[in-house]
């Protein structure tokens, strides 16, 4: 399973670097596999491991003074797909490049 997702403090003011980044953190620590763009965190393994970094990742935003925290979440739910972070860019390359 592929997650997107996004992280973001309402009421704590204009920069939310430094509560974004502690839910980075979270993924980062995590071992998953994942990429951080400039709108959303991808991260990839199973069901259970995967909602359970979403749901520390919230958390850490809420650690850092948020009372209220808004969650963009998309799911690609596939069974018996690994690697698929890597895989579908990939095969997207492939088509432009054929």
Known sequence: MIVAFSVTPIGTGEDVGAEVAEAVRVVRESG??????????????????????????????RARGAARVSLVLKADIREGVTDGLTAKVESVERHLAG
């Open 32 to 61: 998953l596999p994942h990429r951080t763009d400039a709108m959303f965190t991808s991260l990839e393994g199973e069901w259970d491991e995967v909602m359970d970094v979403v749901r520390r990742a919230v958390e850490a935003v």
